[in-house]
Each structure stands twice: as C-alpha cells, then as structure tokens.
C-alpha cells in the first residue's frame, strides 16, 4: 500500500452529517475503487472508477457519492442518507483498467456516534 | 448473481502444520483469481494470484490451485509460522474489471 494514502485513518462522524474519505495514489494506475468493510464479512463494492471523469455503482452505492476529477485522486463522501455507515473503507486501484491487481490502501475507520 | 464462498470461515493450526482455504465461483467468465492477506486494522494484500489458462501456481510456502470445470480454486501454506496468522480472502474477477471477494478465512496458528 505504499502508493496509495487514505486519511483520515479514524473518523468521527455524527448522525445527520456527511463526511469525505480521501484516497491518492501515486501509481499511476487507470482504475480506483472503493470497498466496504464490515466485520466478519468480505469486501463488498461500493464504487469504481476506470478513467478520469467516470465512474459506476457498485454493489452498495446507496447513501454514498464519488468524483474522479483527477487520476491521482477518489474521494468518497458517505451521506447522510446512508444507514448504517459506521465500516471499515477501503480504497484499491488497478493499473491497466480493471483487469490487473487490485493494491489496497490502508483504510479509514469510519464511526458514527 | 455473481458470488463467491469461501470456506472455512475459522482455521486453526499448528505451527509447522499445512493450511487449506478453499473458494467456489459462480461466473464462468472469471479468469483471474487473487488471493490477499489482511492483518487486523490494515488494507489487504495480495499474496498470490492465479490466471485461468494454468492450473497451479506456487510461491515459497504458498501455492494456489484451479480447477476451472469445478469452479473451485484453493489457497495452500505449508510449514505455517504463527506469522502468518491472519485473515484471508479470495476473489474472483467479473465483467467491468471487479472483482468479487469471499468472506475470508481467520487463520491461527498456534505455536
């Protein structure tokens, strides 16, 4: 996960607000993604991105919102319309597309009190 | 839907001792197959990966295999050291360039 930073690595947050997960990555890759991460579960889907200015829902998109302006750059903004957010996130990027491995950031802590 | 299992969801192991997890997909189109380590707190990482045009792939202590008409795919780690205690997930690629996760492994091994 060197090339890749996510902050803050704890967050807390207060029910009705939303808040910005930041994820850089300085490996040049094509492709970024976002990753929920609930205990005792895999990684579920949230949203991806294969090129700058476009991006698609993944699995559980609801309640949660992306940009992808830069290459270097994924912001992931949780909203107050989603749930349940209090998870473990997970940022990754691929370098050719989608179709090499995917490399991991070291996550975000997400808390809701 | 797409899906992938993984089993078991708990492993316990002595130091020295060899460890399986095994994975099962759905999508018959999926080719490549990684496999990832996660220690508590931190991102995955991937340890290993297998595409669908081999059947075996060995690194040092850890080898993957495939069988492509079963859909199953397994993780192997021989000589387990408590090191490598850890969870473990597997994936498997879908049309769009995802990838699907099973629900990991908790692996302990025990000295």
């Known amino acids: 996960d060197g090339g890749i930073t996510q902050s803050p690595k704890y967050l807390f947050r207060k029910e009705g607000q939303n808040v910005t997960l930041s994820c850089e990555q300085n490996?040049?890759?094509?492709?970024m993604y976002w990753y929920r991460q609930d205990p005792g579960q895999g990684l579920r889907l949230i949203y991806y991105?294969?090129?700058?200015?476009?991006?698609q829902k993944g699995d559980i998109a609801e309640g949660y919102s992306v940009s992808r302006e830069k290459k270097e750059s994924f912001p992931l903004t949780v909203t107050s319309a989603q749930k349940n957010p209090t998870a473990f996130y997970l940022c990754?990027?691929?370098?050719?597309?989608?179709?090499?491995?995917?490399?991991f950031g070291p996550g975000t802590r997400l808390t809701v009190l | 839907g797409e899906n992938v299992e993984q089993h078991p969801s708990t492993l316990s192991v002595q130091e020295g001792d060899s460890a399986v997890i095994k994975c099962t997909y759905s999508?018959?189109?999926?080719?490549?197959f990684p496999w990832y380590k996660q220690e508590l707190g931190k991102g995955p990482q991937l340890i290993i990966d297998?595409?669908?045009?081999?059947g075996e792939k060995k690194d040092q202590r850890i080898a993957v295999t495939l069988n492509k008409t079963a859909k199953h795919f397994s993780l192997h780690i021989t000589e387990t050291q408590p090191e490598d205690s850890a969870v473990y997930f597997c994936?498997?690629?879908?049309?769009?360039?995802?990838?699907?996760f099973g629900q990991g492994t908790e692996l302990s091994v025990k000295p």
């Open positions: 990754a990027t691929t370098m050719d597309r989608g179709r090499g491995e995917q490399f």
């Open positions: 490996l040049n890759h094509d492709a």
């Open positions: 991105s294969q090129i700058v200015n476009d991006f």
């Open positions: 999508d018959s189109a999926s080719n490549y």
């Open positions: 297998i595409r669908s045009n081999v």
């Open positions: 994936a498997a690629s879908v049309q769009g360039g995802k990838l699907i």
